[in-house]
């Protein structure tokens, strides 16, 4: 019996020994590894992983001073390890990949002198290899738009492409780059930065071919051979242009009650505000006097119904993020009763009677000459009513027309008087 208490006190007294160097039961579960990593990268170029112990709550937990009392343990496999460097509270390793994939790296926390114990954090961070170039392509432009990838024509744009090597692996390397604008434009440089300007506008996908070439090293200083390695990236670019002016096509002038409507035609680039308003004189639309309306496209219908005659304005804004512009367009509103069609039948039917009056009248005349022609005596009832009616213009001789004469003007004078003769 005295001898397993005594083992048994030897063991507590060794295991409050070690009670000092083991971190405090409530680190575990409080703190949390942050991992960072330079990858992706390309194989046989290295890939740095760091590991920083932090507290979850922003820091209000304070570290011990210690830097001894955690230990970071790596597991990378199969990634070769080519370094590794601890500091305070935070590990660094850096691996190569010979073959392409995916890999993941996990690193836990640990008191130093207790691998046993339980962990204080753990986490894992997956590194990608590829046996192709890593990098991306850059734009920029003097003029920055808010919509994302967004850029003005008819402005140069700074084309550029940013290797990713943080390793300096590609030092002795020498590049080709071919360059595809998306517009039908190649261009083949040895510039890993360009300048192009877009002259229309619309969405273009920039493609990048990069070739990279140098000379294979053995340990001994003899040349292996050349090696290469290609990479292909795109982007994807939106050409916008300033709001140069509004086109209006539509009527102007109109009758009241008649529905009318104005086409807009927008010199730039959408989505556009515009806002409108119907005034007495062409005067610019000043701010909250008009509703807005968001358009997406370059046209936009308006239509309007006047209800009174007289002369109005369309008053047009639109504007984008770019630009803003104005546009009038007047318009004379008629009365229906007044509108110049209203009179166009009236005088039409008169003109149509008066023609066909005229041409009744031609064709009754000739169709009486010819009668007169045919028949030179006409008949008695005729002859009645033309002397009546047409007086001794139609009397058929001399002597009738003075008988007549006679008749009527019985106190006039003869019209013959007696010839005097003298006798000498």
């Known amino acids: 019996m005295a001898p397993a208490i005594c083992t048994r006190l030897g063991r507590i007294l060794w295991l409050a020994c070690l009670l000092p160097l083991a971190p405090p039961r409530v680190a575990a579960g409080l703190y949390e590894l942050s991992l960072t990593t330079d990858g992706p990268a390309t194989t046989g170029a290295e890939v ?26 790596w597991i990378h496999t199969p990634l070769m390890l080519t370094g590794q460097v ?16 995916d890999f993941p790296v996990s690193v836990w926390v640990t008191a130093a ?15 990608s290899i590829t046996k192709f170039l890593m990098g991306n392509i850059v734009v920029s432009q003097n003029t920055s738009l808010p919509w994302p990838s967004s850029y003005l024509t008819k402005t140069v744009l700074k084309i550029s492409f940013l290797l990713h090597d943080p390793s300096n692996f590609f030092k002795s390397a020498s590049f080709l780059y071919r360059w595809d604008f998306g517009d039908g434009t190649l261009l083949v440089t040895d510039n890993s930065v360009v300048y192009y300007n877009y002259s229309v506008i619309g969405t273009f ?41 509004i086109q209006v096509l539509g009527p102007t002038l109109i009758q009241t009650f008649q ?30 006097e008009c509703h807005p309306v968001s358009v997406a496209s370059t046209a936009y219908n308006l239509s ?19 630009s803003k512009t104005h546009q009038y367009h007047r318009i004379q509103v008629w009365p229906s009763r007044l509108q110049p069609a209203v009179f166009a039948f009236p005088c039409a039917t008169l003109i149509t009677v008066m023609l066909a009056f005229i041409m009744y009248m031609t064709l009754r005349n000739a169709t009486q000459q010819k009668d007169v022609a045919e028949n030179p005596e006409p008949p008695s009832g005729v002859k009645c009513c033309c002397q009546l009616c047409c007086g001794p213009f139609l009397l058929e001789s001399s002597s009738e027309y003075l008988e007549v004469v006679r008749e009527n003007h019985g106190l006039l004078p003869p019209l013959y008087k007696s010839v005097r003769t003298y006798t000498v």
């Open 48 to 73: 740095t992983i760091s590991a920083s112990l932090e507290a979850k709550d922003n820091g209000s937990l304070a570290l011990p001073a210690d830097v001894h009392v955690y230990r970071f343990l």
């Open 113 to 127: 002198n207790c691998r046993m114990c339980h962990q204080v954090a753990r986490s894992f961070v997956v590194v």
């Open 259 to 288: 529905k009318m409507t104005v086409t807009l035609n927008f010199l730039g680039s959408p989505p556009l505000t515009v806002c409108w308003r119907l005034k007495p004189e062409c005067l610019p639309l000043e701010e909250g």
């Open 304 to 322: 309007h119904t006047f209800r009174d005659p007289g002369d109005y304005c369309f008053s047009i804004r639109a504007e984008n993020v770019i």
């Open 205 to 245: 996908t920039v493609t990048l071919k990069v070739v990279a070439e140098w000379e294979e090293v053995k340990p001994d200083g003899t040349t292996k051979g050349i090696v290469q390695k290609t990479g292909n990236f795109s982007t994807s670019l939106k050409l916008q242009e300033t709001l140069r002016g």
């Open 86 to 101: 601890e500091e305070d509270r935070s590990s660094t390793i850096s691996v190569v990949g010979n073959v392409p994939g």
